[in-house]
């Protein structure tokens, strides 16, 4: 039987690629013939919208709340969408005082792991009770950092709130990567900074880094991933490697 791998993009900073990366992944898997959900969990919308869904009845914070059954937007082949809605901005306040909050996500996603292969989560730009719920329901995490020295700094609080959760809540979840994302590989700083992580992080860091790509910027207001808008750019041939990457990685 099947078991979809479930993995969470994750960085509490903002503009770093997250959503690009669940995006472009999540295509990519599934134009290679894998069943693929991305589940939106930011109340920004990012992902849904840079795919045309703009306002829908079945969102995952209805679907959280229990006000509606789980159900997905079919985004094209083997690609689904759960969107997320603007009320997601008041869900960590609203649940303050539910029980066992923290797994919402993963139990409203068991009853479909059996039938998909990748379940991708785009996650918030924090660590608030959204991520907490979606690194609770994964095995992976996977986060996108920019080449820049800041980048750096803010990864030890992600690490400790991650060994948090695997600690108290989920001990099968692991770091399967890291992507350096915006990478223009004649900047001296931005070849600095790879070094830097990878001697941090050593094999963590994905071998395949994503270039600066203005079709990458340009593709959500096309409303399509960047496998459709721009299929032979940089941007769009780099995420199909990454994916491969991945796809070896989590054998
Ligand atoms: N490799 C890239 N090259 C150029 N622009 C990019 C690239 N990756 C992301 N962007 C742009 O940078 C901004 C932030 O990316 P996004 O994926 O939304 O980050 P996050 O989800 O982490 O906030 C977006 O406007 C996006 O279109
Ligand atoms: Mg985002």
Redesign the pocket.
């Known amino acids: 039987m099947k078991s979809a791998k479930i993995i969470s993009?994750l960085?509490q900073?903002?503009?770093?690629?997250?959503?690009?990366?669940?995006?472009s992944i999540s295509h990519a898997l599934s134009m290679k013939g894998y069943k693929v959900l991305l589940v939106d969990l930011?109340a920004?919308c990012?992902?849904s919208e840079?795919l045309g869904v703009n306002s829908s009845k079945v969102n995952v914070y209805s679907v959280l709340k229990g006000q509606e059954k789980l159900d997905f937007i079919n985004a094209s082949d083997n690609f689904y969408l759960l969107p997320a809605s603007l009320d997601l901005a008041a869900f960590e306040l609203e649940m303050s005082s539910e029980a066992g909050r923290e797994y919402l996500l993963k139990e409203a996603l068991e009853p479909v792991i059996a039938h998909l292969d990748f379940i991708i989560i785009?996650c918030s730009?924090n660590l608030g009770l959204l991520t907490i719920n979606a690194l609770t329901a994964s095995e992976y995490y996977i986060c996108?950092v920019l080449p820049h020295h800041l980048s750096i700094t803010g990864f030890s609080t992600l690490l400790e709130v991650v060994n948090k959760i695997k600690r108290r809540l989920n001990e099968k979840l692991k770091l399967a990567g890291i992507i350096m994302?915006?990478?223009n590989k004649h900047k001296v700083l931005h070849r600095e900074t790879a070094e830097v992580i990878q001697s941090h992080f050593e094999d963590k860091l994905f071998s395949t880094t994503?270039?600066?790509?203005?079709s990458?910027?340009?593709?959500?207001t096309s409303k399509q991933s960047i496998m459709d808008y721009a299929p032979t750019s940089k941007?769009a041939i780099?995420y199909r490697q990454l994916t491969e990457e991945i796809i070896n990685k989590l054998k």
């Not at 900073?13 to 995006?23: D, I, L, M, N, R």
């Not at 994503?210 to 203005?214: M, V, W």
């Open positions: 993009l960085n900073k903002g503009g770093v690629g997250k959503t690009t990366s669940s995006v930011d920004q990012n992902a840079s785009d730009p996108p994302t915006q990478f994503i270039p600066e790509n203005i990458l910027a340009e593709a959500p941007g780099a």
